[in-house]
T-cell receptor, first 114, second 114 residues
Framework: EAQVTQNPRYLITVTGKKLTVTCSQNMNHEYMSWYRQDPGLGLRQIYYSMNVEVTDKGDVPEGYKVSRKEKRNFPLILESPSPNQTSLYFC?????????????FGDGTRLSIL | AQSVTQPDIHITVSEGASLELRCNYSYGATPYLFWYVQSPGQGLQLLLKYFSGDTLVQGIKGFEAEFKRSQSSFNLRKPSVHWSDAAEYFCAVGISGGYNKLIFGAGTRLAVHP
């Protein structure tokens, strides 16, 4: 089954404790991205990757890092999480970075930073 | 700057009633437009998309949307709502810039009364 898998689904942690949210897709997609969803703001893009070793900032990249060492994986790293990063996070992928392709979303990761 | 506005934060309808969710966008060029649905605890699922051609597009689950360039709108409609349609709905515009970027509206949460 074609899917985007995120782990963990839920995490409660404390300020400053490094964490990684993993994202993996099994569709051989080139393009992957991370979004955060906040009430009243919809989804905002954090980082995206056009292909292996090619990443770039989205609209709200501060406080986040990403890497793309393999085509299927695109982890989101919070090196020193803060309470304002408490949010619902989604990973998404498309076959290529061509404009207009519908994105396949994971089921989300709810992070709470205390 | 590009933006998407969904004027209604919450909408409640009775089962069997018709539904229209509003979406207005701001974008200088011809937009790529999408509607996504998010069920509780799940990721976003594509309902329908508009790129060009017929301004009335059909989607999954009996939804349709109409693109009106003169009004910068892309409203989502369904003639008869089912209880399973209760979810959050997001309108999004795909913008050019060398990669597949989406700008999302803030979302409309739909409740369905029996």
């Amino acid at each position: 089954e074609a899917q985007v898998t995120q782990n963990p689904r839920y995490l409660i942690t404390v300020t400053g404790k490094k964490l990684t949210v993993t994202c993996s897709q099994n569709m051989n997609h080139e393009y992957m991205s991370w979004y955060r969803q906040d009430p009243g703001l919809g989804l905002r893009q954090i980082y995206y990757s056009m292909n292996v070793e090619v990443t770039d900032k989205g609209d709200v990249p501060e406080g986040y890092k990403v890497s793309r060492k393999e085509k299927r994986n695109f982890p989101l790293i919070l090196e020193s999480p803060s309470p304002n990063q408490t949010s619902l996070y989604f990973c998404a992928s498309t076959l290529t970075g061509q404009l207009g392709q519908p994105q396949h979303f994971g089921d989300g990761t709810r992070l709470s930073i205390l | 700057a590009q933006s998407v506005t969904q004027p209604d934060i919450h909408i409640t309808v009775s089962e069997g009633a018709s539904l229209e969710l509003r979406c207005n966008y701001s974008y200088g060029a011809t937009p790529y437009l999408f509607w996504y649905v998010q069920s509780p605890g799940q990721g976003l699922q594509l309902l329908l998309k508009y790129f060009s051609g017929d301004t009335l597009v059909q989607g999954i689950k009996g939804f349709e949307a109409e693109f009106k360039r003169s009004q910068s709108s892309f409203n989502l409609r369904k003639p008869s709502v089912h209880w399973s349609d209760a979810a959050e709905y997001f309108c999004a515009v795909g913008i050019s810039g060398g990669y597949n970027k989406l700008i999302f509206g803030a979302g409309t949460r739909l409740a369905v009364h029996p």
